[in-house]
């Protein structure tokens, strides 16, 4: 087992993260114009044809001020958004297993400095009962987090963890995908996750400006920029091919944050075939031991944040875009027109935080989420805003992932599965959890969506499977 100091021993041993250039990125940055009216209709013509944006492009849709230009550009993604997701919106949870950790990152209240923090990682038995409680609440997709700690948290605790959430059942419940959000590591250590079945590798940069990452990263292994940069190289090479990016909003300017995004999706895209699968937009939020007025030199309004929001949708079409419950609920229900794709819902950030008595999360959180809302109270909203919600998480079990999945992504024909599988997942949630009140909702926005479906042996195919479920069959997916 390795020490910290190792650990941060090794990670100087890491490749340079040169495909992220600093000061071309910056210079696309200062140059860019807002386009003219002209150019922008230019602009989102070909965006609306959903083949994605080169970095140019989007450096100068990142310009955009003009009130009635942003009108244009947020139409487009809605139009984008439509035509590759239709209505459905995946929902997951995250379940954190541990807040050791010997990182100082600034904005974290897991940082290694925080002596007020309640320690605590959660035992295989009390990772089996969070896994009930969250089965209980309908959730089959979770994000698996945890703080970077070589000798409370080592990689094999959290492959036995894996195995136990897969292997933990409640009545119908079932987790089915397992994603991983832990500290950047080695191949091998990839390679293990890979064969543990799990989903997707998610890894947030926090920031892709150099300076900045140092600011905020001043110790412990993480603090070593090119190593974590350079951890989806890694992942990749270990076999993990659905990769998740991300980058915590607030610390340096969202524009050159936005156009780091792409570059790293573009280098991956190069070097590997296949890009990344999701992208994160977390906004720097509250936590406890963090002061914020340090932390948040680049703070993003609401307005910009749905800017970076449409602006991603169009740049990158196929790629999932992941909102957490750190926005308020009206922001959230609004941005799922401009381009989000899955949310996360009744999450608690804190060790052990699904107990039925709340009090122990502010102890253990990692931040102070502001949607607070149930799962059935998140599923209306999403139903009453004309979406379908869906738990499937199919494509990872019929082995679409990485390069075959993007390859059916590109080409449309993973919608013809996403509807249906949306439809019989949310059928289930109906069937299995959803209170009488969500239950007619529910049922009212199945019928429009499995009309909805423009093939008729598939929509014939999801009512007599529709049936299935009612007679008890559980888990149908195309
Ligand atoms: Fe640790 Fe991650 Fe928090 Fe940094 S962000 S302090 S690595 S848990
Ligand atoms: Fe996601 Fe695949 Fe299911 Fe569509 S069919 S919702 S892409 S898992």
Known sequence: MFTAQQLIERNKQSQPADFIDQAQLQSLVDSAAEPSASQLEKLMAKAEKAKGLSTEEVASLLAVEDPDKLDLLFATARKVKEKIYGKRIVLFAPLYLSNYCVNSCAYCAFHRGNKRLQRKRLSLDEVAQQVKILERMGHKRLAVEAGEDPENCPLDYVLDVIQTIYSTTDGNGSIRRVNVNIAATTVEEYRKLHEA??????????????????????????????????????????????????????????????????????????????????????????????????????????????????????????????????????????????????????????????????????????????????????????????????????????????????????????????????????????????????????????????????????????????????????????
């Open 197 to 478: 079945g799990i989903g997707t590798y998610i890894l947030f940069q926090e920031t892709y400006h150099r300076p900045t990452y140092e600011r905020v990263h001043p110790a412990g292994p993480k603090s070593l920029y090119d190593w974590h940069t350079t951890a989806m190289d890694r992942a990749m090479e270990g076999g993990c091919g659905d990769v998740g990016l991300g980058v915590l909003f607030g610390l340096y300017d969202y524009r050159f944050e936005v156009l780091a995004l792409l570059a790293h999706n573009q280098h991956l895209e190069e070097k590997y075939g296949v890009g990344c699968h999701t992208i994160s937009v977390p906004r720097i939020r509250p936590a406890q031991s963090v002061d914020l007025s340090r932390v948040v030199r680049y703070p993003v309004s609401e307005d910009e944040f749905r800017k970076i929001v449409a602006i991603l949708r169009l740049a990158v079409p196929y790629t999932g875009l992941i909102l957490s419950t750190r926005e308020r609920p009206a922001l959230r229900d609004e941005l799922l027109s401009l381009g989000i794709s899955q949310v996360s819902a009744a999450s608690s950030t804190g060790v052990g935080g699904y107990e039925e008595k709340k009090e122990a999360e502010c102890e253990t959180a990692q931040f102070l989420p502001d949607d607070t809302r149930s799962v059935d109270q998140v599923l209306a909203s999403i139903c009453s805003e004309g979406y379908l919600p869906s738990y499937c998480t199919a494509c990872y079990r019929q082995g679409r992932t990485g390069e075959h999945f993007m390859d059916l992504a590109k080409d449309g024909e993973i919608q013809t599965f996403c509807q249906p599988n949306a439809i019989l997942t949310f059928k289930e949630y109906l069937l299995d959890y959803a209170p009488p009140s969500l239950v007619e909702l529910g049922e009212e926005t199945i019928a429009r969506q499995l009309e909805g479906i423009p093939n008729q042996q598939l929509r014939e195919e999801t009512k007599r499977r529709l049936l299935q479920l009612e007679q008890g069959e559980r888990d149908l997916f195309f």
